[in-house]
Structures are given as C-alpha cells and as structure tokens.
Nanobody
Framework: QVQLVESGGGLVQAGGSLRLSCAASGRTFSNFAMGWFRQAPGKEREFVAHIGTSGRTTNYADSVKGRFTIARDNAKNTVYLQMNDLKPEDTAVYYC???????????????WGQGTQVTVSS
C-alpha cells in the first residue's frame, strides 16, 4: 500500500504561482514513478506531468509545458508540482499518483491521493 497526501492548493490570480506537494508513505517511494493529473469541473481527469524514480526524467502535457515543473525529493518521500503563470483554465482538482510504469495513462497508476483544489481567478 502507498498513501499519498496532496497539499498546497488554493486560490490565486491569473499569472500567479503555486507549489503543490504530495507526501508519500508506505512502500519505498523511490521505487515508483510519480504523476500529477487534474480534473476540471465537467471534464475528464487529464495527465499533467510525470517524473521517473530518480527525478532525472520528466514529461509534461503540452498545455503546461514551460509553466509547470515536476520534481521529487526521495529523501523526503515527496513529489512537487511548481506551477507558474497560472491561467483560469488551470482551475481543477490536482491529484498525485504513483506507478511502477513509465506512462501518461491514468489506468497505469495504482495509488492516488485525495486531490487538492487549485482555483485561478481572471
């Protein structure tokens, strides 16, 4: 079992920044690739970014590329999502998830956090 707890969401104006954190417990954190997904009201959950076990490999959705940065600290069992230049369309519940695969597919992730709300006002 892996327990994931997100934090850092909130209300921010367009152009602002937020940093999300996802603290993991349970199995060895460094064995898992980690991903961030988001779900906006009335929409399906979508991939945002993911990071490999060592942190050297990352990948981003085109919609956030150049604005968001994913990082991890294996000593702290935590993955981060730094979000800059936020836009109203970034408003969503953000979820972190863990996987033993290298995938952007939601179905490839076995453990999920409860989500944290990010709201960007115009």
């Amino acid at each position: 079992q892996v327990q994931l707890v997100e934090s850092g969401g909130g209300l921010v104006q367009a152009g602002g920044s937020l940093r999300l954190s996802c603290a993991a417990s349970g199995r060895t954190f460094s064995n898992f690739a980690m991903g961030w997904f988001r779900q906006a009201p009335g929409k399906e959950r979508e991939f945002v970014a993911h990071i490999g076990t060592s942190g050297r490999t990352t990948n981003y959705a085109d919609s956030v590329k150049g604005r968001f940065t994913i990082a991890r600290d294996n000593a702290k069992n935590t993955v981060y999502l730094q979000m800059n230049d936020l836009k109203p369309e970034d408003t969503a519940v953000y979820y972190c998830a863990s996987t033993t695969l290298w995938t952007m597919r939601e179905s490839g992730y076995g453990y999920w956090g409860q989500g944290t709300q990010v709201t960007v006002s115009s």
